[in-house]
């Protein structure tokens, strides 16, 4: 077989030869597509070549792909390139158990963990039909976590011409299980010593076969040796055949069960055998063998005498009174209310926490992952031991985003923007999982399983070992479901709690819930609420309601919240994507993150960045907006709307209502300030307008159900573009009457009109990520997309002759742009980046040309999160 090194398969680049064998030559491989290393086994000519073995390993393949487990290395797909046929597989890091088992026996503590996952695998496997039928040391992998991974499932099956048809001789000599290196007399043989009787003989085999090759691996794993060896394959095939193992070899610290277990895997008669490896993994888990043996099965053991039979009677009776004792000891200790320990947790040396990006504990509650920015503006995921003063940056996780754990705390999956990946808590390979451009979370079930959520879509599922993300869900738009966001697994790993957006939090007619996805499928409404939920073993219900964070009982029979909510904490961040900024862990550790003013900063910046001169020193500035003169910026802080006058630094008051005030704008005359007042959810959002000056009394202009952005004004004053739950409308201040602009299938936003009114620039995330359009206002069905890599947040130049933009990576960029005739775009080029939150930063362009930015200054406003270990013993103290 030619060397494929260099080459590229499909969109696989063949990195490295890294095996070979009867199955064919085994290479890493990038997937240039997905961004992750995999494995590609190029199949040999005697399977690629013959069409009906073709055919029959194409269906085997079909049903390998579709297993699913964290012990079992995936499946991805059996391609064809170039004439060469060729599997893809997931890429196993770590050493293989034949190389572990060449240094020497294992110890029997770290023996049995390795062969409970084997047994796992194979447990699965056949629940779905699947038979490996060359289970052996080199075809099980192990991790530096210890974590195991069983590799080519089923592929001798596939190989085999014969499937399970009686074989003879000369087909078995021809097994990919054997070689021609193999063969030769005078050298080791390889896998045949692995072989069940029935298999050696041609006989058909089943899934006994596995559990002889189990009981084969476990047996070389306690002892170093094989079970069956010889120099040739005549010899080693006769062992098989009418030999025993040398169960002397056995470590003297093997309790009766393992060995009894061992006996009954390698039981030469198949009746005799252990029919189940359910049972196998029982015997391991639990320490006692749930097999009755038959007085003649072969190597059974004695019978054993009368009075040593009532010895096991006489243990049972001492263990019940020990795990009465113990359960007593449990209750009083383990289960006693932690004591309640409040502390922080600061930024790392030279970083920043970036709270609002994300952060979760490990499932033991014992480690942190969090955002954090370098000193070079770079966010990344880094990891902390709760024991430990220190954090450490785990590398190659530029631009995470929503961390979250894997069931066994050993890998941390995070969103980076473009892509959902996983990495090693402890470092190492990055791995991509699957494309995902605007993500709303995730989460990892015990079997393998990732379900999360893109903007605008239901929940999506991919194996924890990548792949193609399938629909979990789907939106009801007829029934105003806008997407599923913020999964997460009950304890069970099979139901998931997602939320159900329907509209911003606290409008009016906002339906959003909490529902539960049954493992059969079936939705269940939970709880009314726009917010994410953290999910506290054995039943508590975590999530943030109106500033602060409540708990609640769930029914996990139901599936619903029961009793009522009792306060944990105050003051916590909520984001603008209804995510509660918290994580628990159900060992009753809680990290929130508390919300505070952040310092902003206004400042007068040239094209390229260069500081002109500080227009306002640190404050809140939310919703900053400039007067048509430039002289003057209206903004909110605490809720209330206030004029800066830039020149004197002094403030006017205009909003005095105990609500929330946000989105100001100036009329085009700069004589009024519009605002948006929230009257709650039952009285919707108002529009309201007041003199600048402070001076008169404030004017209802418009009611609306949902949250209200605008600010981009018609050249004669009369009309005003706002944004209303995603659409954009004029609105006629005279006759208040309004109109649609835009039909784009996504969500609207940032609208604004050319200065000769003649066109339209916004934002849409209908391709899963916001993007900027241009597009005639007059409603003709023509359009133009800006921006190349998303885009949000567009501004006009004076003349009409330059669109500015925000690009996701907060990076400020401008596309010189002819409009005369048929419009003409250019390349959108960068000008400089502005430092803050993404979605926090604004900018607008002043009549001289010159940029007003809002920034958060490097090194203000210092971040921390609060922990809470014992957090229930808040709900005492409180008396709630």
């Known amino acids: ?235 080693v095939l006769a062992g098989i055949i009418k030999e025993e193992p040398a169960w002397d070899e056995l470590p003297a610290n093997a309790p009766p069960p393992i060995r009894r277990l061992l006996r009954r895997c390698l039981a030469k008669d198949p009746r005799y055998r252990v029919h189940d490896i359910a049972d196998a993994r029982i015997v391991i888990e639990e320490g006692d063998s749930p097999v009755r043996y038959h007085e003649h099965s072969p190597g059974a053991l004695e019978e054993t005498p009368g009075w040593r039979r009532a010895i096991p009677w006489l243990v049972a009776a001492g263990l019940a009174v020990l795990v009465a004792v113990f359960a007593l000891l449990w209750w009083r200790v383990v289960r006693a209310p932690r004591p309640l320990v409040r502390s922080t947790i600061e930024s790392p040396p030279g970083a920043r926490l970036r709270p609002q990006r994300g952060f979760a504990l490990s499932p033991d509650g014992r480690r942190l992952a969090f955002v954090a920015r370098d000193a070079e503006g ?210 009753g550790t809680l990290v929130y993150h508390r919300e505070q003013d952040l310092p902003w900063r206004l400042e007068w910046r040239d094209r390229s960045g260069r500081l002109v001169f500080e227009a306002a020193p640190e404050g809140e500035y939310s919703y900053p907006a400039l007067s048509p003169d430039g002289q003057r910026v209206a903004y909110v802080a605490d809720h209330v709307v206030w004029v800066l006058d830039l020149a004197r630094g002094t403030s006017t008051r205009l909003s005095y209502e105990e609500v929330d005030h946000y989105q100001p704008f100036w009329a085009p005359d700069g004589h009024w300030v519009y605002f948006v007042a929230d009257r709650s959810r039952e009285k919707g959002q108002e529009l309201l307008r007041r003199p600048s000056s402070g001076l008169g009394e404030r004017e209802v202009v418009y009611t609306a159900g949902q949250r209200i952005y605008g600010g981009s004004w018609s050249p004669d004053g009369r009309r005003v573009v706002i944004e209303e739950g995603g659409a954009l409308l004029s609105l006629d201040l005279e006759t208040g009457e309004s109109r649609s602009l835009v039909r784009t299938p996504g969500w609207a936003s940032h609208a604004q009109l050319s200065p000769d009114g003649r066109w339209l620039a916004y934002a849409s995330d209908e391709s899963g990520r916001d993007e900027v359009f241009v597009e005639p206002a007059s409603g003709e069905e023509e359009r133009w997309q800006v921006s190349r890599r998303g885009g949000y947040m567009p501004a006009w130049a004076p003349d009409g002759e330059e669109l500015f933009f925000l690009g996701l990576d907060n990076e400020l960029r401008v596309v010189e742009l002819d409009l005369r005739g048929t419009p003409e775009f250019g390349l959108p080029e960068s000008l400089f980046s502005l430092p803050g939150a993404l979605f926090g930063v604004s900018y607008q362009v002043g009549s001289d040309g010159r940029i007003l930015v809002r920034v958060q200054p490097s090194g203000g406003g210092a971040e921390s999160l609060t922990l809470i270990q014992g957090w229930s013993q808040l709900l005492e103290a409180s008396g709630h």
Not at 3 to 8: C, E, F, H, V
Not at 22 to 34: K, P, S, T
Not at 519 to 542: C, E, K
């Open 1 to 235: 077989m030619q060397d494929l090194i260099g080459r590229t398969l499909g969109h696989y680049r063949i990195v490295e030869k890294i095996g070979e064998g009867g199955m064919g030559v085994v290479y890493r491989a990038r997937d240039e597509r997905l961004d992750r290393d995999v494995a590609v086994k190029v199949l040999p000519e005697e399977v690629a070549g013959v069409q009906d073995r073709l055919e029959r390993f194409e269906r085997e393949a079909k049903l390998l792909a579709s297993l699913n487990h964290p012990n079992i290395a995936t499946l991805y797909g059996l391609e064809e390139e170039e004439s060469q046929r060729f599997l893809v597989m997931e890429l196993v890091e770590g050493e293989s158990l034949a190389n572990v088992i060449a240094r020497g026996k294992i110890p029997f503590d770290e023996a049995l963990p390795i062969a409970l996952q084997i047994a796992k695998a194979l447990e699965t496997a056949h629940e779905n039909g699947v038979i490996h039928r060359d289970l052996k040391p080199a075809n099980v992998m192990i991790d530096s976590e210890r974590q195991v991974k069983v590799l080519d499932f089923g592929l001798a099956k596939a190989f085999d011409p014969e499937a399970s048809s009686p074989q003879s001789p000369e087909s078995i000599a021809e097994s990919p299980t054997l070689t021609a290196e193999m063969t030769r007399a005078g050298t080791l043989l390889g896998t045949a010593a692995y072989m069940s009787p029935e298999q050696a003989s041609g006989k058909p085999v089943d899934k006994r076969a596995d559990i002889w090759a189990f009981g084969c691996v476990l047996f070389e794993m306690l002892t170093g040796t094989r079970a069956f060896g010889g120099a040739t394959s005549t010899e």
């Open 378 to 587: 770079v966010n990344s995921l880094w990891v902390r031991s709760l024991a430990a003063r220190s954090a450490r940056p785990v590398a190659q996780t530029e631009g995470a985003w929503k961390p979250f754990w894997s069931p066994d705390g050993r890998n941390v999956a995070f969103f980076d923007g473009a892509s959902l990946k996983r990495v090693p808590a402890a470092g190492g390979v990055v791995q991509t999982l699957a494309e995902a451009s605007d993500p709303r979370g995730g989460t990892w079930s015990p079997e393998g399983r990732i379900v999360f959520s893109e903007r605008r879509t239901g929940l999506l599922e991919v194996p924890a070992t990548g792949g193609e993300p399938k629909a979990l869900t789907a939106v009801d738009g007829d029934a105003g479901e806008l997407d599923h966001r913020w999964p997460i697994f009950l304890r069970d790993g099979r139901t998931v709690l997602f939320l159900v957006q329907t509209g911003e939090a606290g409008a009016r007619d906002d339906q959003s819930r909490i529902e539960a996805l049954d493992p059969d499928g079936a939705r269940h409404p939970v709880l009314r609420l726009n917010s994410s939920v953290a999910y506290a073993p054995p039943g508590q219900l975590l999530f943030w309601r109106e500033g602060s964070v409540y708990v609640q009982e769930l029914d996990r029979r139901g599936l619903r919240a029961r009793g009522e909510p009792r306060l944990v904490a105050e003051s916590v961040t909520f984001t603008e994507n209804e995510w509660a900024a918290l994580s628990v862990s159900g060992e």
